[in-house]
């Protein structure tokens, strides 16, 4: 059940930052898609935190998992900040061809991962 909980984890992940990949492509090409955070696009800290929670979560040493947790609360925070503020009616998140908020779909993942990775720590 462990190794399964691990594939699962590392299958959101990749998800996740193939997403961050293509929304960092287009705010390249663009300008202005994302948020910025000291002048940096939030979409390019999203993907560094997320390619940081996957070198965590596969490579060996006592301390991956806390470094999961401190390299996952970058984009939770940041998706928390802009859910908040999205849902206070200021639009500031990019948007899906449907029209929902990515900071929506990055909080749900964020979310999902720390949840499976506390059963996944659970397990013996």
């Known amino acids: 059940m ?40 939030a979409c390019y800290i999203v993907l560094g935190a997320f390619l940081l929670v996957l070198l965590s979560h596969v490579l060996p040493g006592s301390s991956k998992n806390i470094a999961y947790y401190i390299f996952l609360s970058i984009p939770f925070l940041l998706a928390l900040g802009g859910t908040l503020t999205e849902l206070s009616g200021k639009v500031i998140c990019p948007r899906t061809p449907g029209g929902t908020p990515m900071c929506y779909i990055s909080l749900g993942i964020c979310i999902t991962l720390i949840v499976l990775k506390i059963v996944e720590n659970k397990i013996p």
């Open 2 to 41: 462990k190794q399964i909980i691990f594939y699962v984890i590392l299958a959101i992940l990749l998800f996740a930052i193939y997403g961050a990949v293509n929304l960092s492509i287009v705010e390249f090409k663009k300008q202005g898609v994302c948020p910025k955070v000291f002048s940096v696009p």
